[in-house]
């Protein structure tokens, strides 16, 4: 039974003298306000023991919607208070604490009040020092004009906030509100609306007029190449020899052995090095003090000795390359002369020896 209805049994005498007078309603007559207030009264009761707030909150809203009474208020703001809900808590049992006949309720009401005004979460909108004539300010589509520049308790949701100014550009934004106990302060920035763009206009096209093919152009009478001209020096003019390249040969070998010949010179004192090191750790007579030291010395000599053969390789091949570019220049055809040469260079290489074949037609 919901605190501040009539009763059951008040309902039930009501009804019988409505009967004794004949005034009783039709057969299929709907339930009184009060009647399905009271149902959604004790939905909402049964579904807060069973712990499921969304739903009994739901009822609880029904039912003062009906029949608003404060015993209902004050159940639907504990339910809100369950939700989270706690700026509509809050605010209800405020209501609660000041129209409430019964003391005790009314006492608990104003209790819980200032429990929850420690976790209230508030929200100031803020304008401009000098706010617009005509301002109009709506948080999810409820006008808050009023409560510009005041701290305004809210629940934790999403909120969407417009502002509106003749003269001025639309402002939006959305306010996502979710902590408890801090103030949210949000600053509402109105502009003045921009230049208006100049139409674009689109030119207009002139037709495309589609290109008219050129005739076929007739193809040239084939040119017969072969035979004399008619002029008569070329009638017994010789077929010109190719020219020779020798001469050409003969600097690319040389300049190979050139630098065959450096590179040699180079390994070969890289090798003298070695040498001289390893004399230096053992002495003349290559006899080392110790194991570690006679180690040292062979792989000294061991690198000199291999330097000292590759640079005789070297030495020896750039002399036979550089031999071989002389033989060539010196041989090569005087004059426009041409002839068919074919030079080649293929290297040689043993288990003690190396070297370079230079051979070819001349």
């Known amino acids: 039974m919901r605190a501040g209805t009539r009763s059951v049994a008040a309902i039930a005498v009501a009804a019988a003298a409505a009967i004794g007078l004949g005034l009783a309603a039709p057969a299929h007559a709907q339930p009184s306000a ?7 009264f004790d939905r909402g009761r049964a579904l807060m023991k069973e712990k499921k707030y969304a739903e009994a909150c739901a009822a609880f809203e029904q039912s003062q919607k009906l029949d608003p009474q404060i015993g209902t208020l004050y159940n639907l703001a504990s339910c809100w208070g369950q939700l989270g809900k706690i700026a509509s808590a809050w605010n209800a049992y405020r209501e609660v604490g000041q129209r409430d006949t019964n003391a005790d309720r009314k006492k608990e009401a104003n209790k819980r009040a200032r429990e929850l005004e420690k976790r209230l979460t508030k929200l100031v909108l803020k304008t401009p020092a000098a706010p617009p004539a005509g301002l109009v300010v709506t948080m999810n589509g409820v006008d808050v004009t009023a409560l510009l520049g005041t701290d305004s308790p809210v629940d934790p949701a999403e909120y969407k906030l417009k502002a509106t100014a003749p003269g001025f550009a639309t402002w939006e934004t959305t306010a996502k509100i979710a902590d ?56 017994d003019r010789p077929a010109e020899p190719p020219r020779s390249r020798r001469k050409t040969y003969a600097v690319i070998v040389g300049a190979g052995g050139l ?30 003090d110790s194991p570690a030291t006679l180690e ?15 640079s005789t390789v070297l030495v020896a091949g750039g002399a036979v390359l550089v031999g071989a570019g002389v033989v060539l220049w010196l041989t090569a055809p005087s004059g426009g002369t041409r002839t068919s040469t074919a030079l080649h260079l293929a290297p040689q290489a043993g288990p003690g020896h190396a070297g370079v074949t230079l051979g070819g037609r001349f």
């Open 34 to 40: 009060s009647a399905a207030a009271t149902l959604q």
């Open 180 to 235: 408890e106990g801090k103030t949210i302060t949000i600053a509402i920035e109105l502009q003045k609306p921009g230049p208006k763009p100049d139409p674009v206009r689109t030119p207009v096209k002139p037709p495309v007029t589609p290109p008219v093919a050129d005739p076929p152009k007739p193809k040239p009478d084939p040119v017969a190449v072969a035979g004399p001209t008619g002029d008569p020096d070329d009638v």
């Open 259 to 288: 630098a065959a010949l450096a590179t040699g010179l180079v390994f070969g004192n890289l090798a003298r090095s070695k040498w001289a090191e390893a004399k230096e750790l053992c002495g003349d007579d290559r006899i080392c």
């Open 296 to 310: 040292r010395g062979n792989q000294l000599a061991d690198t000199a000795e291999r330097r000292a053969r590759l």
